[in-house]
Nanobody, 124 residues
Framework: QVQLVESGGGLVQAGDSLRLSCALS????????MGWFRQAPGKEREFVAG???????QYADSVKGRFTISRDNVKNTVYLQMNSLKPEDTAVYYC??????????????????WGQGTQVTVSA
């Protein structure tokens, strides 16, 4: 069974940076494309960024130029580097795994496994 464990959230001020990490265990990391989603209070869970096994990346328009997704296929870990954070980035951030390692899925329903979520709060 795949397990995803996130870390790195916290409380920061606008303009600061954070790096989220998500470690996958239980199955070979090579079998999955990875994604980051976020969910703010009262809102739907939304796609933030995705990365394939071969490091092809895609981003939501709201985070392009500020966030960078990456993966270390030796450490079985995916990262989300978040720079120039804004109050509207406040949300619970989730990593997710999709069992097609070659494509990026944008809909949460397409993902097979989820982490427990980590809170990111950005104060003005």
């Amino acid at each position: 069974q795949v397990q995803l464990v996130e870390s790195g959230g916290g409380l920061v001020q606008a303009g600061d940076s954070l790096r989220l990490s998500c470690a996958l265990s239980g199955r070979p990391f090579s079998g999955y494309a990875m994604g980051w989603f976020r969910q703010a209070p009262g809102k739907e869970r939304e796609f933030v960024a995705g990365i394939t096994w071969g490091h092809y990346m895609q981003y939501a328009d709201s985070v392009k130029g500020r966030f960078t997704i990456s993966r270390d296929n030796v450490k079985n870990t995916v990262y989300l580097q978040m720079n120039s954070l804004k109050p509207e980035d406040t949300a619970v951030y989730y990593c997710a795994a999709n069992n097609n390692p070659y494509g990026i899925q944008y809909r949460k329903e397409e993902y097979d496994y989820w982490g427990q979520g980590t809170q990111v709060t950005v104060s003005a």
